[in-house]
């Protein structure tokens, strides 16, 4: 059971990345999966859910109308498309599903001029 994110980077304010988290192990249709992202010095946050049954997603007030997430089951694959990103975006992200799925490495996601 695995779970790889990529596709961050450095980037400058109002740009855009697109996130991927491949998993392993088990298939993303069967569960919630949701995005985190922890800056430097402080606690991991919940970024965007998107839910097993009907795909329904839910975002924090801090990414709203920037953020979309998104799955590809075929690839048992979850993505998050970052618009608009600002300096405050700037974090490690980290994709989770089920409890038994650890916690994958991250990427990192640097918003800068």
């Known amino acids: 059971v695995q779970l790889v994110e990529s596709g961050g980077g450095l980037v400058q304010p109002g740009g855009s990345l697109r996130l991927s988290c491949v998993a392993s192990?088990?298939?993303?249709?069967?569960?919630?999966m949701r995005w985190y992202r922890q800056a430097p010095g402080k606690e991991r946050e919940l970024v965007a859910t998107?839910?097993?049954?009907?795909?329904?997603?839910n975002y924090a007030d801090f990414v709203k109308g920037r953020f979309t997430i998104s799955r590809d089951n075929a690839k048992n694959t979850v993505y998050l498309q970052m618009n608009s990103l600002k300096p405050e975006d700037t974090a490690v992200y980290y994709c989770?599903?089920?409890?038994?799925?650890?916690w994958g490495q991250g990427t990192q996601v640097t918003v800068s001029s």
């Open positions: 998107i839910t097993s049954v009907g795909g329904i997603t």
């Open positions: 192990g088990f298939t993303i249709s069967s569960y919630f």
């Open positions: 989770s599903g089920p409890r038994f799925a650890p």
